[in-house]
């Protein structure tokens, strides 16, 4: 019998709760999108009098395997699904549009075509999800199709698990109860609807006499011999086990199950860039630095005319900073200030700061001083989006004063961050306000999805035109 890990953190935003599903649910959240898009790619054509060929044919499979398995983004508001679906929608769409520029492709679409079915899809895809949100938990109440649960052990890991199974009618999961060696005055509390079911010896039985589909293992992993004796004893049984460890003493970060050699492991602490996804990010960022560079490219020599002419220095100042697991990296900015400061002891720029000259202050205001930064992305010391990257000096300070500081270099730095656009952004003159950034930096790593990077994009560039925290 296999037996999974379960972890009972929050998933991200992005994460679709049937992952590795063959429940009813899961193929429902799998194949809505794909169809959905496909669906419409064709009722497209049809609507223009156009019969499908084998283009489309190419272009259907494309666009199933970009949007296969889908994502009903069932986890929080409307708002944010409607968010997070248009912006999904938006990067699928870019990524077809630029290869089928590359490949000539487009001639073979009509025009009309392609920007009926461009609008009309996310549109779709809103309404599909919304009517999902609603429809799934009547589905799942259904009988016959609700998994029955049980949990051993009664400590506040399972207390954890079993409210949060309370909580999700998307789950399709009911908890029948417990069970718990202890008394009870020295068990957790429970939930409604749930009851001590037996001592953990009387699982195993109960699971052979009485429809089971899951059991979770709640148990402190000192407890390993207890463990293994449960678990030899339900292989005499068709339920499905799954380990649910303690992380209460940890923060977990892109945690998930792993192997090396073949021996599984349970990541606690991990960089999201890790196989296809550290490819993704590393492309994105030559594809969009590249482009940025060669639009800005006259804008960059202006401005550093200027910065040379206003006051006496190079236009470029160099400040080392830790980037990728904490090596010290050269980073790029058009100087600011009549002071070029990098080494043990730095002081923050602050409002009203006599250092910053008059077009330092709108290179700021306005971030114009961190274009050349572009060029560190090109080099592999920075990422388009990510932490923002701290001198040296403060770096030091702030290690020692905040846990888990040194985590965000767990990932390249970036020019912009989740941390700026929620407002974190200026002199971090108190330990509070520096703790606050870095609580973001590490809600980036775990959540990180392409389609995050490109909504912290869209919303630095609204930020650029009016940020009152810029100076």
Not at 406 to 423: D, E, L, S, Y
């Amino acid at each position: 019998m296999p037996n999974r890990i379960l972890t009972v953190s929050s998933p991200p935003p992005a994460a679709g709760i049937f992952s590795g599903s063959f429940s009813m649910a899961g193929i429902i959240e799998s194949l809505l999108d794909p169809l959905v898009a496909v669906g419409l790619l064709y009722l497209a054509a049809h609507s223009y009098g156009i019969a499908p060929d084998g283009h489309y044919v190419i272009l259907a499979l494309l666009v199933f395997s970009l949007t296969f398995p889908g994502e009903i983004h069932l986890y929080g508001g409307v708002a944010g699904m409607l968010r997070r679906t248009v912006t999904n929608w938006l990067l699928v769409a870019g990524v077809l549009a630029a290869l089928g520029y590359v490949t000539g492709y487009l001639h073979y679409f009509p025009a009309p075509v392609l920007a009926a079915w461009l609008v009309a899809t996310p549109i779709a895809l809103a309404c599909a999800h919304a009517a999902a949100r609603a429809l799934l938990p009547w589905l799942m109440s259904r009988k016959g199709t609700l998994r029955r649960a049980v949990i051993a052990g009664c400590n506040d890991t399972a207390l954890q698990l079993a409210r949060r199974i309370a909580e999700n009618s998307f789950l399709g999961v009911r908890l029948v109860g417990f069970f718990d060696d202890r008394l009870p005055e020295r068990r957790g509390g429970g939930l409604p609807g749930t009851q001590h079911l037996g001592r953990l010896a009387d699982l195993a039985e109960y699971a052979r006499r009485t429809p089971v589909d899951h059991i979770y293992l709640a148990l402190p992993m000192v407890s390993q011999p207890r463990i293994v004796h449960i678990l030899d004893a339900l292989k005499d049984t068709t339920a499905s086990v799954f380990f649910v460890p303690d992380l209460s003493l940890a923060d977990p970060i892109q945690g998930r199950v792993d192997q090396a050699a073949g021996t599984p492991l349970l990541a606690v602490c991990e960089t999201p860039f890790t196989g296809v996804n550290g490819l993704v990010k590393r492309v994105s960022d030559l594809v969009l630095a590249s482009l940025i560079l060669v639009l800005v490219a006259p804008l960059m020599l202006l401005i550093a005319l200027a910065v040379r002419l206003e006051s006496p220095g190079p236009a470029i100042f160099k400040q080392t900073r830790y980037g990728l697991d904490g090596r010290r990296i050269l980073v790029y900015k058009f100087r600011s200030m009549k002071v070029c400061e990098d080494g043990e002891r730095i002081v923050q720029a602050r409002r009203d700061d006599t250092r910053v000259t008059r077009l330092g202050a709108f290179l700021r205001r306005t971030s114009l001083d961190e274009l050349p930064q572009f060029i560190n992305v090109l080099q592999g010391r920075m990422s388009i989006v990510g932490p923002r990257p701290h001198a040296v000096a403060h770096n030091e300070t702030y290690r020692q004063l905040i846990k888990g500081y040194m985590i965000r270099h767990k990932v390249r730095p970036g020019i912009t961050g989740w941390a700026q656009v929620n407002g974190c952004r200026g002199e971090t003159d108190t330990t509070d306000k520096m703790a606050q950034r870095i609580a973001y930096d590490l809600d980036y790593l775990r959540n990180w999805s392409l389609a995050l990077d490109l909504r912290i994009i869209l919303r630095t560039i609204r930020l650029v035109l009016r940020d009152s925290q810029a100076y």
